[in-house]
């Protein structure tokens, strides 16, 4: 059984949920975010929760289960609060600002690395701080440029120089032993 997928999504007073057949639209305060469902699963709203639920006990039903039920959280949660990741910049030289809505990031390479972000997504710099904060209300979209500015420098095992996320542990090597 799916402990996750049996745990009804409750619905806040200022957002609404509707359901048409497989596709599921949720409209809050920060927005609207709609997705399509597999068409073996339903969804259901009964008493400002939505209720999923699976046909039968077969692992892929199982699996759709959980996953179709956070999925649904995730939007509720997105359009409500909203979404947001930090990124920490360590290392000499290293910065990132906002220039015309893009991220500007030197990074020790030999040209600046641009990244205008998608739609939706709003990303800000404390220079003093050397923090980039990326905000949205889809926790997929979050993820995925968080993700990519992180791929920019990875925080290298020596120095720990490099982007990570903040309260991320890097862990570091021992340097070369002189010999004896």
Request: charged share 25%.
């Given at each position: 059984?799916?402990?996750v997928?049996?745990?009804?999504?409750?619905?806040p007073?200022?957002t609404?949920?509707e359901?048409n057949?497989?596709?599921?639209?949720?409209?809050?305060p920060?927005?609207?975010l709609?997705?399509?469902?597999h068409?073996?699963?339903?969804?259901?709203?009964?008493?400002?929760?939505?209720?999923?639920?699976?046909?039968?006990?077969?692992?892929?039903?199982?699996?759709?289960?959980?996953?179709?039920?956070?999925?649904i959280?995730?939007?509720?949660?997105g359009?409500?609060?909203?979404?947001t990741?930090?990124l920490?910049?360590?290392?000499?030289?290293?910065?990132a600002?906002?220039?015309?809505?893009?991220?500007?990031?030197?990074?020790?390479?030999?040209?600046?690395?641009?990244?205008?972000?998608?739609?939706?997504?709003?990303?800000?710099?404390?220079?003093?701080?050397?923090?980039?904060?990326?905000?949205?209300?889809?926790?997929?979209?979050?993820g995925d440029?968080?993700?990519?500015?992180?791929?920019?420098?990875?925080?290298?095992?020596?120095?720990?120089?490099?982007?990570?996320?903040?309260?991320?542990?890097?862990?570091?090597?021992?340097?070369?032993?002189?010999?004896?």
């Amino acid at each position: 059984m799916s402990r996750v997928g049996n745990k009804p999504v409750p619905i806040p007073e200022q957002t609404k949920v509707e359901i048409n057949g497989s596709s599921i639209a949720v409209t809050g305060p920060k927005g609207t975010l709609a997705r399509d469902i597999h068409p073996d699963i339903t969804a259901t709203i009964e008493n400002q929760q939505v209720i999923v639920t699976r046909p039968s006990d077969q692992k892929k039903h199982r699996a759709l289960h959980g996953l179709t039920r956070a999925l649904i959280n995730n939007m509720v949660v997105g359009v409500t609060e909203g979404y947001t990741r930090e990124l920490q910049i360590i290392g000499i030289g290293y910065r990132a600002e906002i220039m015309e809505k893009a991220l500007v990031l030197n990074l020790g390479y030999s040209h600046p690395i641009v990244l205008v972000p998608p739609d939706g997504v709003t990303i800000t710099v404390q220079p003093k701080e050397n923090k980039i904060s990326v905000q949205s209300i889809d926790k997929e979209l979050v993820g995925d440029v968080a993700a990519k500015i992180r791929s920019f420098r990875k925080p290298e095992p020596y120095k720990g120089k490099g982007i990570r996320y903040v309260g991320e542990s890097v862990r570091t090597k021992a340097g070369k032993k002189a010999g004896a």
